[in-house]
């Protein structure tokens, strides 16, 4: 058995979940497959204990070794811009506890996801299998070289911030295909969507975003 409670924490809990898909709704996500799969992936489970009843709450929380979950509507804004391009291989940078990588991993085919932290993969690969989501696959890497045995990717999204666009990302990403990507310095951040056309990238600048940076190199930490 596992030892997430997949159900949720007291009776209350898909009451509140409904309340954060409204929420998210009135802050403009639009995409009901993205609203679908914020109601129904237990966040809690992503959480320690101790936060877990806060869950449901559209704010990013710290999951650990100077990290954070991202704030819901961070989420679901990023999977929704992804999904526009109907991107059946998905590359991840930033698997944290790996709540994105299991949103991503009910709307499209294959998820491969990179995380720096070597204490956070267990984690994350755990809820992940709770979640029977296999088609997602993680490993602890250097998110700036992205997973070149498994390229091209039709979608890419970063989960931490560069202050520039990785370049072998750029390499990686498919004809046809968009990174979404925060690019900037710390808490001054710019949500990007890059598409990768027969005639070169366009980038379009969306909101100002607060992320954790996108570090070179893996840590054992
Ligand atoms: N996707 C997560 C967000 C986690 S926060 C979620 O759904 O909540 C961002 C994560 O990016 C952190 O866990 C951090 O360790 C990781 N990260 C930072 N630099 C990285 C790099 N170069 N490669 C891979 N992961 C990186």
Redesign the pocket.
Known sequence: MSRFDLRGIGMTSQRTRDRLVVRLRERGIENERVLGQVASIPRHIFIDEALAHRAYEDTSLPIG?G????QPFI?ALMTQLLLEVNPLRVL??????????AILAQLCRKIFS????DA?HPGAKERLNALGLRNAVTKV????EGWAVHAPFDGIIV??APTEVPPELLNQLAEGGRMVVPVGIDGVQQLKVIDRTPDGFVTHLHEQVR??????GTSAE
């Open positions: 070794h990290q954070t979950i991202s989420v991840e940078i930033g698997t944290g506890c790996g709540y994105q990588t990179i995380e720096r932290i956070l890497g250097d998110g700036y989960t931490a992320f954790v940076p996108l570090v070179a």
